[in-house]
């Protein structure tokens, strides 16, 4: 697969403790997204940070290190970004949803692995 020039980059921000299911909510998007065929989705687990509660997760403190930031970040067309946004809407209570416009300067999957896009 190849992507190349302007892109819609969602990103997702949640608790590390955040489930869907009884599964891990990063998990369930990333498999979602997946799913989905869209271009790729990453998690980034942060050290710090907090959300709408104002109370700080950090990795400094054993008592305040269970429920770290988690950025779910994805990337594809607008078309297939904006598609995508129904399955978050059903996924997610509690978060912060960004969308940027990005410029996609080299995206290429492995041929001998891809599989086609619909």
């Known amino acids: 697969m190849r992507l190349t020039g302007p892109a819609l980059r969602l990103t997702v921000f949640i608790g590390e403790s ?3 299911h009884h599964r891990p909510l990063h998990s369930e998007i990333v498999h979602r997204a997946h799913a989905a065929r869209l271009a790729g989705a990453s998690v980034f687990r942060g050290v710090e940070g907090y959300g709408a509660s ?14 770290l930031p ?11 970004v904006r598609a995508f946004l129904p399955v978050l809407d ?5 978060s ?13 999957g492995r041929a001998d692995r891809e599989e086609p896009r619909k």
């Open 18 to 20: 955040d489930t869907y």
């Open 54 to 67: 104002s109370l700080i997760h950090t990795t400094r403190l054993l008592s305040l290190s269970e429920d």
């Open 70 to 80: 988690v950025a779910i970040v994805i990337v594809d067309t607008e078309e297939r």
């Open 90 to 94: 059903e996924l997610v209570t509690e």
């Open 96 to 108: 912060l949803v960004i969308l940027d416009t990005v410029e996609v300067i080299h995206y290429t």
